[in-house]
Nanobody, 127 residues
């Protein structure tokens, strides 16, 4: 049973911060690029960020560039998304996903690149 489990979501005021975690069980993340995606009601799922299998490369959507930072700790089998300066438009269910790769060459923010998905964690930014 391989799983990705997101945690760290919740309610935060505009301008606040949250740190999301994506913990893998049943498999090691050493050979997986990781992506964070989000989906608000009535909207398409969008790629927020991704990180290559050993963390050498990251990629961010323009809407979060400079505010969000992705990292990973393969020894803990966990990836993270640090979200600062949160805006109401960041409100969404956030999903992490894992993409099997052979080398630490890069990552993709497109949904069809990913093999495994977590169940999501709700992030609400509101006063």
């Amino acid at each position: 049973q391989l799983q990705l489990v997101e945690s760290g979501g919740g309610l935060v005021q505009p301008g606040g911060s949250l740190r999301l975690s994506c913990a893998a069980s049943g498999f090691t993340l050493d050979y997986y690029a990781i992506g964070w995606f989000r989906q608000a009601p009535g909207k398409e799922r969008e790629g927020v960020s991704c990180i290559s299998s050993r963390g050498s490369k990251t990629n961010y959507a323009d809407s979060v560039k400079g505010r969000f930072t992705m990292s990973r700790d393969n020894a803990k089998n966990t990836a993270y998304l640090q979200m600062n300066s949160l805006k109401p438009e960041d409100t969404a269910v956030y999903y992490c996903a894992a993409d099997v790769v052979l080398h630490d060459l890069g990552c993709s923010r497109t949904t069809d690149a990913y093999d495994y998905w977590g169940q999501g964690t709700q992030v609400t930014v509101s006063s």
